[in-house]
């Protein structure tokens, strides 16, 4: 297992860009997995996208696609998520997460601690 710790978060205007970042302890190789999710107040916690091990294979979730970008660095042991044309809906809990298997909520073991993310006027 890893431990993740995001940061990048903050408030901006609608319209506005964010890019969270997530630090890994230690190397991930054995992450096939790493991914962002987020949890607005009142919602479960929700897939915003994904990127499997070798960054062959991505993710997003309709509502973010064309907007957010999810890279890694691998040398670096850091996962990022790039996030442009933000709007009200987005404001939530963005978590870094990781897991051995399938980017799905019920398979990932490592979460972040969260980075809030809000989008107002």
């Known amino acids: 297992q890893v431990q993740l710790v995001e940061s990048g978060g903050g408030s901006v205007q609608p319209g506005g860009s964010l890019r969270l970042t997530c630090a890994a302890s230690?190397?991930?190789?054995?992450?096939?997995?790493m991914a962002w999710f987020r949890q607005a107040p009142g919602k479960e916690r929700e897939g915003v996208a994904a990127?499997?091990?070798?960054?062959?294979?991505?993710y997003y979730d309709d509502s973010v696609k064309g907007r957010f970008t999810i890279s890694q660095d691998n040398a670096k042991n850091t996962v990022y998520l790039q996030m442009n044309g933000l709007s009200p809906e987005d404001t939530a809990m963005y978590y870094c997460?990781?897991?051995?298997?399938?980017?799905?909520?019920?398979?990932?073991?490592?979460w972040g601690q969260g980075t809030q993310v809000t989008v107002a006027s």
């Open positions: 997460a990781a897991g051995s298997g399938w980017c799905t909520i019920d398979y990932i073991t490592d």
């Open positions: 230690r190397y991930t190789y054995s992450s096939n997995c």
């Open positions: 990127i499997y091990s070798g960054g062959g294979s991505l």
